[in-house]
T-cell receptor, first 113, second 114 residues
């Protein structure tokens, strides 16, 4: 059973469109991170959210942590081809150390010019 | 500044063989974690080491072992390789193991078992 469910698994859109990726769990997370991974490289941290209801913005990316700290979303406005990649959410279950991340299965985003 | 470095970048082994993967953390980082990423899936936690002590272990068989050296570098060993061990093995380092100490990943070692 996947502890963190990401949806959709695949997303293919045109440049300029908006999109949202969801990350859901039945477990409570003390913190949740979003990563972006490109082929042949390791994941790169985009953001960490720790407070229920927290919203963080990173240029055209908006991240939200659910009030109950069981879910999160990533919204991209006016997607660009450079946004193409694998987006991963990862959480720290309460009480475990930070290095022990539980990852979702990822969302492969392709933005066509 | 050098990031997390892993070696080798690619490796091909046959079933039953043993493999050692190496990781050098970012300077000043005392924690190293290992993850396995099978194609099409998210990374799965294998081990975490902090100050040379094992601090966490994921759901992997005893064929997987690791250690951390006094300079905080780390090795991951896998014995009796199976075809299913083919994956990208990622190493991540952080300064501490508290929740606000971000993980920095290396680019991984691509292991292929034939």
């Amino acid at each position: 059973t996947q502890l963190l469910e990401q949806s959709p698994q695949f997303l293919s859109i045109q440049e300029g469109e908006n999109l949202t990726v969801y990350c859901n769990s039945s477990s409570v997370f003390s913190s949740l991170q979003w990563y972006r991974q490109e082929p042949g490289e390791g994941p790169v941290l985009l953001v960490t959210v720790v407070t229920g209801g927290e919203v963080k913005k990173l240029k055209r990316l908006t991240f939200q942590f659910g009030d109950a700290r069981k879910d999160s979303s990533l919204h991209i406005t006016a997607a660009q081809p450079g946004d193409t990649g694998l987006y991963l959410c990862a959480g720290v279950v309460g009480g475990t150390s930070y290095g022990k991340l539980t990852f979702g299965q990822g969302t492969i985003l392709t933005v066509h010019p | 500044d050098a990031g997390v470095t892993q070696s080798p970048t690619h490796l091909i082994k046959t079933r039953g063989q043993q493999v050692t993967l190496r990781c050098s953390p970012i300077s000043g980082h005392k924690s190293v974690s290992w993850y396995q990423q099978v194609l099409g899936q998210g990374p799965q936690f294998i081990f975490q080491y902090y100050e040379k002590e094992e601090r966490g272990r994921g759901n992997f068989p005893d064929r997987f072992s690791a250690r951390q050296f006094p300079n905080y570098s780390s090795e991951l060993n896998v014995n009796a390789l199976l075809l299913g061990d083919s994956a990208l093995y990622l190493c991540a380092s952080s300064e501490q193991i508290i929740y606000n100490s971000p993980l920095h990943f290396g680019n991984g070692t691509r292991l292929t078992v034939t």
